[in-house]
């Protein structure tokens, strides 16, 4: 996936050349109310097919009222959106990130897909609690090393056991590979090294995703 930011002519030319690869998410303020909704619809008109947004950057959690004009939306365009739900290395507070809001949301948007973006840690029994109440919730795992994900008190051993079992479908590879100091393919080898069963690392590093997208 790409992202919608400073790049914006860089993206979409990626995205036209090779639209088979990459798929656009647009990233929007909520507190720009009205203004964020047609940001959607327009990044939509473009092409980009999903939403990024980060609670913590901007201090309120996933259910604030500022956040609803933008789930409706994305419903309305059936399109997923991602959410910053893990620890933050800023000076703002991570609270507004723990996966309990998001089974808020799951809630009120029963038709919402929602994508937790780098997997909820360190939070991960309510992650993982959330993921099983609410069938339009994803995961994914972007931001860490898959070698620390199946590591033995790291806080990932939850993860692991559901999302080789109830949440199976519902558990997305990410890299930001640019930030880890490894290619996308090492980090996806290193998915495959978990103690997963053979069809459940498929369904994390492609067919969850593709379901959840639309590719075929």
């Not at 790049?7 to 929007?28: E, H, N």
């Not at 303020?29 to 909704?37: E, I, L, S, Y």
């Not at 901007?58 to 739900?85: N, Q």
């Not at 978990?194 to 959840?212: C, D, G």
């Amino acid at each position: 996936m790409m992202r919608w930011g400073l790049r914006r002519l860089s993206s979409l030319t990626w995205m036209k050349r090779y639209p088979d690869k990459f798929i656009g998410m647009a990233g929007v303020d909520p507190f720009k109310g009205v203004d964020a909704v047609r940001e959607i619809r327009r990044c939509y008109d473009l092409g980009l097919r999903g939403v990024s947004v980060r609670p913590f950057i901007f201090g309120i959690p996933p259910h604030h009222a500022k956040m609803y004009p933008i789930y409706s939306t994305c419903v309305e365009l059936d399109i997923p959106i991602w959410l910053h739900t893990s620890i933050n290395y800023s000076s703002k507070t991570m609270e507004v990130e723990q996966p309990v809001y998001l089974d808020i949301v799951a809630q009120d948007f029963p038709e919402l897909k929602l994508i937790a973006g780098h997997g909820g840690w360190p939070w991960m029994n309510e992650m993982v609690a959330v993921a099983w109440r609410n069938a339009n919730v994803y995961i994914d795992i972007s931001g860490y090393l898959p070698r620390y994900i199946g590591m033995q008190g790291t806080g990932w051993e939850p993860l692991i056991h559901f999302g080789n079992s109830v949440i199976q479908d519902r558990v997305l590879f990410g890299s930001v590979w640019i930030l880890m100091g490894m290619s996308i393919k090492q980090l996806a080898e290193g998915v495959m090294e978990l103690p997963l069963k053979e069809e459940v690392k498929a369904k994390w590093l492609y067919h969850n995703a593709a379901r959840l997208f639309g590719v075929a």
